[in-house]
């Protein structure tokens, strides 16, 4: 098994290996790329996001600056809309559900490095997936962490740190993110 198919099964692989370093450069070379284009330049930004993204959904929209490990581990089921600033380190799939909203600065974040000293200085990781839901509204600042699902039209607040799965129909904010209205 390569370390990229070990990366995408969620298993401990090598980042640093020929496969996945390429796969990375060709990723930042794109959202470089993608990052200069002007703003009146929107056939082009679809292209290049068509090329990079896993699926790309109709008319959604990134802002610039956007990054990323990988890309073709970001999907989109139908619109969406991000923000300035965005993160994606898309060692495991990030699905984003249809009409959801992402502020800007926000982070999401499947690489789980080792918590055994002697395991993460050898350079081996872990992933787990994001799941976003439909109708999400992200405020600004958020973070997410690997292997999180946010539930379909959930409001996570301002600065959350999102640790644990947040269910549909919910406000929730805070560090730890938490559940605060339904």
Known sequence: MSEKDKMINGDIYEPFCEELTNDRIRAKNL????????????????????????????????EPNFFCD????????????????????????????????IGPNCGFYT?????????????????KP????????IGGNVVILPGVTIGDRAVIG????????????????GNPCKVKKR
């Open 31 to 62: 959202c470089q790329k993608y990052n200069s284009l002007l703003p009146s330049q929107k056939d082009e930004k679809k292209e290049l996001l068509k090329t990079l993204l896993g699926s790309y959904g109709k008319d959604s929209v990134i």
């Open 158 to 173: 301002a600065g959350s740190v999102v640790t644990k799965d947040i269910p549909s129909d919910v406000v929730a904010v």
């Open 111 to 127: 690489a789980i490095h080792p918590i055994d000293a002697k395991t993460r200085i050898s350079g081996k990781e872990s992933a």
């Open 130 to 137: 994001i799941t976003i839901g439909k109708g999400v509204w």
């Open 70 to 101: 990988y890309g073709y581990n970001i999907e989109f089921d139908g619109f969406v809309y991000i923000n300035h600033n965005s993160v994606f380190l898309d060692c495991a799939k990030i699905k984003i559900g249809d009409n959801t909203f």
